[in-house]
C-alpha cells in the first residue's frame, strides 16, 4: 500500500478539507502514516490568513526538497487557501520545482483525478478552478471519533478590510439543507455524539438559496435528527445574529450553550475601518441578549492587535470592551498585512513592538477573566463528552462541556465517547478539572 501525509494550516475549514482528502486517499489504497521518510505522497494544505501560516509553509515545502532528492518517486502537492492566490502559486512555480501538484480550495473533489493524471505523465500539475458549484458530497475520514465537522456555507460576502477569505474561498455559497441532514443522520447512526456545523459566516446560510431559508430554521431541523446528541457551530458574525437564532439556541435542547462572537475590536473608529458593518454598542446589546435569555451561556471571541491607525485611545475601548463582557475566552492576533485586501494599503502600521505590548496586556487581562469565570464551575456537575484521553497527562481523560470548557478527570477508559456527569473539582484559566459524579 503507497502512504500519505496530510499536513493541515488554518481553521476548522481546512482540518475537515483534510479529513475529506483523508478519505478520497484511503479510497485510493493510501494509508496514513507519520514517518516522511515513508511517505509516498505529502499534502501540504495551506492558510494564508497571516503570514506566519504562509512562512511556515515555504519554510517545510523548502526542507521537503531533500527528501524528494532522495525519493525521486515522492508525490509533493500544495492546496489551500494559499494556493487562491495568484503570487502565491507564482512563487511555488518558480522557486519550489520538486512540487508536483498544485490544487485550490474549490476543486478538491479532484484530487484522485489530479494523481492519475500526474502518474499518467509525470508532469507538473497546477489545477486552480473558480468554479462556485458545491460538492454536497461530504465523505471524510474524521480524526475525531466522537466529535465531527459539517460544512454548511462555502465563502463570506462581507469583504472585512483586513481578511483575504472572500478572495480565496469565494462568495457565500449554502449546501442544501437536505444533504446537511442526510450528512447528520448518518454521523449519527456511525455513532457521532457531537455535530460541529462550519462556515465563514454560519448565520448568512440559506440566504443565497431559493426560497431563502434560516439558520435558526436549519438548527430546529436538525434537532429533530435524534441520533445526535450536541450541535455547536462557527463562527457567527456579530452583524448577522439575529432574535430568532438566539430564541433557537434558547428553545433547542441539542444546541450548546456557547457562542464564538469575533469582536475584532472595542473601538467604532477603527470597526468602521475594518468593514465590520456594527457598532460596539450593537454588538453589547447583542451580548446582553444572549445572556439574559440563555444564562450560563459562554462566550468566546477574536481580537486583532494593531490594525493600522490603531491608537491607544482605540486599544484601551478594546480593553474596556474585554471587561465588560468577560469572555469564557479570547483568540488574540497581530494584525497581519495581507497583499489584495484594503488595510494592506492604509497608512499608519502600527510598529511590531507596539502590536507585543498590546498582545501581552489583553493576554493577562484575560488569563485573569477567564480564571475568575472558570472559579464559578467549583462544585458544579457539567455533562462532559468525554473525548480520550489527555495529550498533557496520558493517565487523565479529556473531554468538553456543553458550554466548551476543557476538563480532565481521572476515570476508565471506558466512558471515552460518553456524555457523562462530572464534578468540577478544580479550575485554572484555561481548564477544569472533575471526576465522575456518583
Given at each position: ?10 481553521c476548522?475549514m ?14 485510493l ?12 505522497l505529502?499534502?501540504?494544505?495551506t ?27 515522492l ?15 507564482e512563487v511555488?512555480r518558480?522557486k519550489?520545482k520538486?512540487?508536483?501538484i498544485?490544487f ?5 473533489s ?6 492519475n ?8 500539475i497546477?489545477?486552480v ?10 465523505n471524510?475520514?474524521?480524526k ?5 465537522y459539517v460544512?454548511?456555507?462555502y ?6 478590510s ?5 478572495y480565496t ?24 455524539k457531537?455535530i ?6 454560519v448565520n448568512?446560510?440559506g440566504?443565497d438559496?431559493y ?7 436549519l438548527?430546529?431541523?436538525i ?18 445574529l439575529g432574535?430568532?437564532?438566539?430564541d ?6 441539542k ?11 472595542g ?11 456594527y457598532?460596539i ?7 446582553d ?5 440563555i ?7 477574536d481580537?486583532?492587535?494593531g490594525?493600522?491607525?490603531e ?11 474585554i471587561r465588560?463582557?468577560r469572555y ?19 497608512k499608519?502600521q ?11 496586556q ?13 472559579s464559578?464551575?467549583l462544585?458544579?456537575i457539567?455533562?462532559v463528552?468525554i473525548e480520550?484521553?489527555?495529550?498533557n497527562d ?15 478527570l481521572?476515570?476508565?477508559d471506558?466512558i ?23
Amino acid at each position: 500500500m503507497r502512504k500519505y501525509i496530510i499536513k493541515t494550516y488554518g481553521c476548522q475549514m481546512n482540518e475537515h478539507d483534510s479529513e475529506r482528502m483523508s478519505y478520497m486517499l484511503q479510497n485510493l489504497d493510501y494509508t496514513e502514516t507519520d514517518s516522511y521518510d515513508d511517505a509516498d505522497l505529502i499534502i501540504y494544505n495551506t492558510c494564508i490568513i497571516r503570514k506566519n501560516a504562509e512562512l511556515k509553509v515555504y519554510g517545510h515545502l523548502g526542507a521537503m526538497k531533500a527528501l524528494k532528492k532522495k525519493n525521486p518517486q515522492l508525490i509533493i502537492a500544495v492546496c489551500g487557501c494559499m494556493m487562491q492566490i495568484k503570487e502565491a502559486r507564482e512563487v511555488i512555480r518558480e522557486k519550489y520545482k520538486h512540487v508536483d501538484i498544485v490544487f485550490g480550495t474549490k476543486n478538491l473533489s479532484s484530487l484522485p483525478y489530479l494523481l492519475n493524471q500526474f502518474h499518467i505523465a509525470h508532469e507538473r500539475i497546477i489545477d486552480v478552478e473558480e468554479t462556485d458549484d458545491i460538492d454536497e458530497l461530504q465523505n471524510a475520514i474524521r480524526k475525531n471519533k466522537h466529535s465531527a465537522y459539517v460544512n454548511i456555507v462555502y465563502g463570506c460576502d462581507n469583504f472585512c478590510s483586513y481578511c483575504i477569505v472572500p478572495y480565496t474561498r469565494g462568495r457565500e455559497n449554502s449546501r442544501s439543507n437536505k444533504s446537511i441532514l442526510t450528512e447528520i443522520r448518518s454521523l449519527g447512526i456511525q455513532g457521532y455524539k457531537e455535530i460541529t456545523l462550519l462556515g465563514q459566516n454560519v448565520n448568512s446560510y440559506g440566504k443565497d438559496m431559493y426560497p431563502p431559508m434560516s439558520f435558526s430554521e436549519l438548527l430546529r431541523q436538525i434537532e429533530t435528527i435524534g441520533s445526535v446528541d450536541r450541535i455547536r457551530f462557527l463562527t457567527s458574525h456579530p452583524k448577522d445574529l439575529g432574535e430568532d437564532l438566539i430564541d433557537a439556541m434558547r428553545d433547542l435542547d441539542k444546541v450548546c450553550n456557547h457562542i464564538h462572537l469575533p469582536l475584532q475590536s472595542g473601538s467604532n473608529r477603527i470597526l468602521k475601518k475594518m468593514n465590520r458593518k456594527y457598532t460596539i454598542e450593537e454588538y453589547t446589546e447583542k451580548v446582553d441578549k444572549l445572556k439574559s435569555k440563555i444564562p450560563g451561556i459562554a462566550i468566546t471571541t477574536d481580537i486583532i492587535i494593531g490594525f493600522p491607525g490603531e491608537t491607544e485611545e482605540d486599544f484601551e475601548q478594546t480593553l474596556d470592551a474585554i471587561r465588560k463582557i468577560r469572555y469564557d475566552q479570547v483568540f488574540i492576533f497581530k494584525y497581519s498585512k495581507r497583499v489584495g485586501t484594503g488595510a494592506a494599503k492604509m497608512k499608519d502600521q502600527v510598529d511590531e513592538d507596539i502590536k507585543s505590548r498590546r498582545f501581552q496586556q489583553i493576554l493577562d487581562l484575560v488569563n485573569d477573566i477567564c480564571y475568575e469565570n472558570n472559579s464559578e464551575y467549583l462544585g458544579r456537575i457539567e455533562k462532559v463528552l468525554i473525548e480520550g484521553k489527555s495529550k498533557n497527562d496520558p493517565d487523565k481523560l479529556t473531554g468538553r462541556t456543553e458550554s466548551n470548557k476543557i476538563v480532565h478527570l481521572n476515570a476508565d477508559d471506558s466512558i471515552i465517547g460518553s456524555i457523562v456527569d462530572v464534578e468540577i473539582t478544580g479550575f485554572s484559566s484555561f481548564t477544569l478539572e472533575g471526576k465522575v459524579a456518583k
